[in-house]
């Protein structure tokens, strides 16, 4: 399995940003999808999770209203849609694929590049 993250950037607080997440390989509707960041000097944490075969969306209590995750069976894509964005929401973040949905990350066993999302003040 592959994962390819996209959509950072930098944004201003208060905006809204949607990143994305491609799935490729020959088994990857098996996995559920997971979405974690890290910030600087600071240890990964978990944001949400999906499973691709149905379910509702897990997400961590931190960001419980503000973060949406969606997929796209058919694009084999997964999407985390984040609102009202904060510069503590500033951080590398990477989508994960794993056979459980947890929010432990070493549950996950494929992870994508990571994608930068920077919040100004």
């Known amino acids: 399995v592959q994962l390819q993250a996209s959509g950072g950037g930098l944004v201003q607080a208060g905006d809204s940003l949607t990143l994305s997440c491609a799935a490729t390989?020959?088994?990857?509707?098996?996995?559920?999808m997971g979405w974690f960041r890290q910030a600087p000097g600071k240890a990964r944490e978990f944001l949400g999770s999906?499973?691709?075969?149905?379910?509702?969306?897990y997400y961590a209590n931190s960001v419980k209203g503000r973060f949406t995750i969606s997929r796209d069976n058919t694009k084999n894509t997964v999407s985390l849609q984040m609102t009202a964005l904060q510069p503590e929401d500033t951080a590398v973040y990477y989508c994960?694929?794993?056979?459980?949905?947890?929010?432990?990350?070493?549950?996950?066993?494929?992870w994508g590049q990571g994608t930068l999302v920077t919040v100004s003040s």
């Open positions: 999906i499973a691709w075969r149905g379910g509702r969306p």
């Open positions: 994960a694929a794993g056979p459980a949905n947890t929010g432990m990350d070493y549950e996950y066993d494929y």
């Open positions: 390989g020959p088994t990857v509707n098996s996995y559920t």
